[in-house]
């Protein structure tokens, strides 16, 4: 589990130190509103890491006003990993945990494995190119 919140870490710093126009839309303002592609790469930066496949997790909540939001996170069997939870108040800027309380309270679905490259081909064009500036500043 170290090595996995090592490697969440230098990921996250590594995309926080892109420069923004290198970057699509949806990461420009990493991490917010930035979830979901952010765990497609980070899903696949991992697998190409050796530490094997890990699943797109998608959940819903309401906040304490009855506010509706999403937010998408990577998990491996009873490991979650998350590098953008603190789009979201009290939350830390990475989770790496075999437990999170918070994550529990989403109602969740696994639609598909974390990996940009299952895509039609627009998007993972768009999401490769990105991840190979990630990797420039890494």
């Known amino acids: 589990m170290d090595e996995l919140a090592k490697a969440a870490d230098v990921f996250r710093a590594a995309m926080e130190n892109t420069p923004r126009t290198k970057l699509p839309i949806t990461l420009q303002e990493f991490p917010h509103g930035a979830c979901g592609d952010a765990t497609l790469l980070l899903g696949y930066h991992l697998r190409s890491l050796g530490f094997g496949t890990f699943d797109y997790v ?40 075999d437990n999170s309380p918070w994550h529990d309270g989403f109602e969740v679905e696994v639609p598909h494995v974390a990996d940009f490259h299952i895509f039609d081909e627009f998007t993972a064009s768009t999401l490769g190119a990105a991840y190979k500036a990630i990797m420039e500043t890494l």
């Open 58 to 97: 998608s959940g819903e909540g309401t906040d304490e006003d009855g506010e509706w939001y999403s937010h998408a996170w990577l998990r491996q069997g009873d490991i979650i990993i998350d590098i953008t939870a603190d789009q979201f108040p009290g939350q830390p800027a990475v989770i790496v945990t």
